[in-house]
């Protein structure tokens, strides 16, 4: 599976291990509708091995930790369980150990699908995979989102409250008891703490996303954004503006703003560019073609309306040909910024300041989350593409 494929589950009990060269601590949350737990009762670990339809499997170190869902046992207002894991070993983060999940029939143990989360860093966290219900019937997606702030950060997102162990006490307080130290105590039912705001620079490339609650971000290569303010998803209209100047007085080059659609499976939807200015019903346009580069602001601008893209739309690349055939060592300047369409506000912006000698390049993906909120990643990947329809396969495997 890829991050947001997902499959039907043809069983009713289903197990899903995840295995790491080291050892993973593995839990299993209750979610409803609005994507909380209704109580602490909900998160199912190693301290709280059982819930309703949910259950808990120790692999005891030399086996994978597991969770298996038993549909037919999940109470009613359920309609998502999230299955989490984290290193075992305080602090360590999944740099170097690429968990894969294994999503099994709980009956007969045979295999329905793997996912192994691509392009992990920092994180101390995942959410792995989700079992959910949609129309009646279950489902499993492939998701693949890291937390930096451990297995706490997950909690709290998902509303339970936890209490971290003192550092110098060797055994976490009663009734609770002692275990290895990644996963969080449950404690009381008090209102759940918020996760730890981003520090107010971005992080260095790589480290991790940062929001918009601070306003404009300034996107490094590789860095992502989560298009989230205020703790709420940016479901809106939004405009993704590329422009570029000519690198020497009077040589006027044509390059073309696209962006492709993509389905879970990286599938090739649709691609919007100067010869199909409109596509998804509407849901994505295209400003139409500049021919030269000259003339301050954004040269070519495309508008996407987010709320009104179907559910197999799950990417969207942001790309940059030069129809005319010149490098973009000829281009003294190119960049992508992203703009709220109703207020204009812009709110991301990434300056591609070293080009390389090829005719297409890849400015910036959009990613559904699992949760419906978007995240934006800053690409500037050079490819050999003067046309849209030659950056499609190029795109597809950098999703």
């Known amino acids: 599976m890829t991050p947001g494929s997902n499959i039907p589950l043809p069983a009713s009990r289903v197990a899903v291990d995840v295995a790491a060269p080291v050892r993973l601590d593995v839990s299993g949350l209750l979610l409803t509708g609005d994507g909380k737990v209704r109580s602490d009762d909900d998160f199912i670990f190693y301290n709280q091995p059982s819930g309703p339809g949910v259950t808990y499997r120790s692999g005891g170190g030399t086996a994978p930790d597991a969770i298996t869902v038993d549909t037919a046992a999940v109470p009613p207002g359920i309609e998502k369980i999230v299955v989490t894991a984290s290193p075992d070993a305080a602090g360590q983060t999944f740099q170097g150990i690429e968990p ?9 143990n045979s295999v329905l699908a793997t996912f192994t989360p691509p392009q992990l860093g920092t994180e101390t966290a995942l959410v792995v995979v989700e079992i959910y219900l949609r129309n009646g019937a279950w489902k499993a997606r492939a998701v693949g989102q890291g937390y930096a702030n451990g297995l706490a950060g997950i909690a709290t997102d998902f509303g339970v409250t936890v209490e971290e162990p003192a550092a110098a006490a060797p055994v976490a307080p009663a009734p609770v008891a002692p275990a290895p130290p990644a996963p969080a105590a449950v404690a009381s039912a008090v209102p759940p703490m918020p996760q730890t705001p981003p520090p107010p620079a971005p992080p260095a490339p790589g480290t991790g996303k940062i929001n918009l609650d601070k306003g404009r971000v300034s996107l490094q290569k590789n860095q992502t954004v989560s298009l989230v303010k205020a703790g709420r998803p940016l479901l809106s209209q939004i405009k993704m503006g590329l422009g570029w100047e000519p690198a020497f007085r009077g040589a006027d080059i044509d390059l073309d703003a696209s962006v492709i659609a993509f389905g879970p499976q990286r599938n ?32 070519e601008v495309i508008a996407v309306d987010l709320g009104r893209l179907p559910q197999e739309v799950t990417g969207l690349v942001f790309t940059v040909n030069s129809f005319s055939g010149q490098n973009f060592t000829e281009v003294a300047k190119a960049y992508c910024r992203l703009l709220d369409a109703v207020t204009g506000e812009e709110l991301v912006r990434f300056d591609l300041t070293h080009a390389e000698p090829q005719t ?30 030659n950056m499609v396969k190029p795109a597809a495997q950098a999703l």
């Not at 297409?360 to 329809?389: N, P, Y």
């Open 100 to 108: 894969t999940a294994t999503i099994r029939n709980a009956d007969d």
């Open 268 to 299: 090739h939807i649709d691609s919007c560019y100067f010869g199909k200015l409109s596509i998804i019903n509407g849901a994505i346009k295209h400003s139409g073609d500049n021919l030269t580069g000259e003339g301050g602001g954004d040269d």
């Open 360 to 389: 297409g390049v890849m400015m910036a993906k959009l990613i559904r989350q699992f949760s419906g909120e978007w995240d934006m990643t800053a690409m500037g990947d050079f490819v050999k593409a003067r046309t849209v329809r």
